[in-house]
């Protein structure tokens, strides 16, 4: 059985013509759309989708799982490998298909999901060493994200105003603790993903770190499964930072809108 990790485009109406990950790069600059109203940005992201059914399984239970001694790069580069072969796969098997049989292969859908995770993991690779004189820094930032570990809370901040507050799990204990860190992600920034290091189970479809934004090496912001709902506001993940799915949606279309570059998450212990 394949794994696919597709990420969901149907919320793009609402980026369109904004900065995705990597691509503020060049002339293009980060920023918010005209006239930006995050009420009504908001209420799209929570429209309800014609998903899969969820799978409630608790996989960042796992005592194992510590996301700090992951290489984050080398998974990156392994999973780009993967999504290649895959689609030169893709390819030849079609051609065999259509000479030989009607079964169904691979859906359009399938295949356009793999080629843009291709392209999305490809610029991120690409746009490691680039130049940083487009970033931020701090609550100077467009998007200003911060956590504070004490209240097990997350506070958006919108060019200086908040806008908005979400329970967060972090690490539990001290050999899971989530760190302390000042900085704007590293990405990449997904929609769908699911850890390899322990698969099945996931949310609506989207694997069991919906919503994902990576930070640095292993730690990332991301959505939970149903399960851990109940656990949000209090200290129970191995080291990420998990937010109710669609809390995390919400911030994934502000980071893919915005920019990275234009984004800083500050983790603390206390505010």
């Not at 394949?2 to 904004?18: D, E, H, K, Q, S």
């Not at 390899?196 to 991301?222: C, D, S, T, W």
Request: aromatic share 10%.
């Amino acid at each position: 059985m394949r794994t696919i990790f597709l990420p969901v485009t149907n919320y793009l109406y609402v980026v369109v013509g904004a900065c995705i990950l990597f691509s503020c790069a060049g002339s293009q600059k980060p920023g918010l759309p005209e006239h930006f109203d995050y009420k009504q940005f908001r209420d799209s992201m929570l429209r309800p989708e014609n998903l899969k059914p969820a799978d409630t399984s608790n996989l960042f239970d796992n005592a194992v799982f510590i996301p700090g001694r992951d290489s984050l790069n080398n998974l990156l580069q392994h999973f780009d490998t993967l999504w290649k072969e895959e689609a030169h796969l893709i390819a030849q098997m079609d051609t065999v298909r259509k000479k030989i049989t009607t079964t169904a292969g691979y859906t359009e859908e399938e295949k356009a999901i793999i080629k843009a995770n291709i392209r999305e993991v490809d610029s991120f690779l690409l746009a490691k060493d680039s130049t940083t004189n487009l970033r931020c820094h701090g609550s100077d930032c467009i998007l200003f994200v911060e956590i504070d570990k004490a209240r097990q809370l997350l506070y958006l901040n919108i060019l200086g105003e908040r806008k908005d507050t979400f329970k967060v799990s972090t690490g539990k204990g001290k050999k899971y603790e989530t760190p302390a860190m000042e900085l704007n992600p590293e990405g990449p920034v997904l929609t769908k993903y699911t850890s390899r290091k322990f698969p099945g189970g996931n949310y609506l479809g989207l694997g069991n770190m919906p919503y994902a934004v990576f930070l640095r090496n292993g730690y990332a912001i991301h959505g939970t499964t149903p399960g851990n709902f109940s656990k949000l506001g209090n200290p129970a993940s191995h080291g990420c930072i998990r937010l109710h799915p669609d809390h995390a949606k919400i911030l994934n279309a502000l980071v893919r809108t915005i920019g990275i570059r234009q984004t800083w998450v500050s983790v603390r212990d206390s505010l």
